[in-house]
């Protein structure tokens, strides 16, 4: 039963995780029996605790091993469409051009964690997990990464402030943010916030328009 249930839920190669599994009539103690039997018989692989895919053959014959940033977008960033986190500091920096720096470790906010921040293992790589103050959608993740960003501007500023203020004129313009996102959500975030803002001339940027 429980293989029939995840070869319809999951395509090889995509995360399992055991803390989103719930079959009804299936304790946690037998879930975790199955799981050990299909692994044992290959019929599905161990990622690490907790964690388990469909192996998937590439063309040369070996398995292809999801990689941790894949572990950590499926848990938490973003999985079938549904948006519930977003990476920040320098890995968004770096994303946008503002930044050359590319991090040992990824940073990442999320509505799916209960701790305000967690440095997390995966893969042999460690993510920073922070809690979301507002719920991150697919509506508001692009304004909210932004002013994410401009928390701490200067920390990840490697550019000069007329070219960085380019390259986020760049993003507000792909992303379609607008003045009304930002005066919806400024006022979660700290000074600092508002004040790069300002410094950066933001304002004309949504004016200009």
Known sequence: MLLQ????????????????IHIKGMN????????????DNGKICRYQQGIYYFPKVTRYGF?????????ATYKYV???GRVQGFYSGFTFAN??????QVPQIMEIVTNNIRAVVREIPIGGRRFIVRSSKVVISETNVNVLRL?????HFDRYLGCGYDEARERIKSYIFQTKICQQDIDQYISKFPDSTFRFYHQLGLDDVFASR
């Open 147 to 151: 002013l994410d960003l401009l928390k």
């Open 5 to 20: 249930y995840l070869q319809e839920s999951y395509k090889c190669g995509e995360p399992i995780f055991l803390s989103d």
């Open 28 to 39: 946690r103690p037998n879930l975790y029996q199955q799981i050990k039997t299909l692994t």
């Open 63 to 71: 398995t292809a091993v999801p990689s941790a940033e894949t572990i």
């Open 95 to 100: 994303m946008i051009r503002i930044s050359t």
């Open 78 to 80: 973003a999985r079938r």
